[in-house]
């Protein structure tokens, strides 16, 4: 490419930049950028409640794991999320349900509890390596990988090492932070 065609592109370029940069954004609702009656700037609730009932809105980032922060956190590390039809099984030391998602051939079971004290409490009487009760056993069909993030527990139900680093990765980095 010649010199003048170079410089002439680098100037177009330049020109598209500090034009798109020096636009006012037009989806802010007024002119501070702030805070107004609860909601913040451009529409979006500020209260987690209200995004729950919306699932055009966004998750709620409160610190804790929820079901759709999951559900994105997966779907960006690469995974497929299929929901298995029939009723979730309980599971023996898990005081709440579990969210149960199909990977591939792979299983996961997630426990979100409504903080990390009640999970702790679960904890106490759990034994990790057989996520089970101690002394106890789940009808786990394959050896299962114990994951623990916050406010959530995991049963992740794998032969696939790379898979199974991945969940590890997606789920140890923690929920959304506020």
Do not use: H
Not at 148 to 172: D, G, Y
Request: aromatic share 6%; with cysteine; hydrophobic share 35%.
């Amino acid at each position: 490419m010649k010199r003048g065609c170079r410089v002439q592109l680098s100037a177009l370029l330049l020109s598209i930049v500090v034009v798109a940069c020096g636009r006012p954004d037009e989806s802010r609702s007024d002119s501070s950028g702030g805070v107004n009656g609860g909601t913040i700037s451009g529409g979006v609730s500020s209260s987690p409640t209200a995004a729950a009932g919306d699932p055009a809105a966004p998750c709620p980032r409160t610190g804790r794991w929820a079901t759709c922060s999951l559900e994105k956190r997966l779907e960006q590390s690469g995974f497929v999320l299929r929901k298995p039809e029939g009723a979730n099984p309980r599971r023996l030391g898990f005081s709440v349900p579990p969210v149960v998602y199909n990977l591939g051939r792979a299983r996961v079971e997630v426990f979100i509890y409504p903080d990390e004290a009640a999970l702790s409490r679960d904890l106490a009487q759990m034994d990790t390596v057989v996520a089970a009760p101690r002394g106890k056993t789940n009808d786990w069909e394959i050896p299962p990988r114990f994951l623990r993030s916050a406010n959530l527990a995991a049963v992740f139900l794998t032969r696939n090492e790379q898979q199974a680093e991945r969940l590890t990765l997606a789920i140890t980095a923690g929920p959304p932070q506020r």
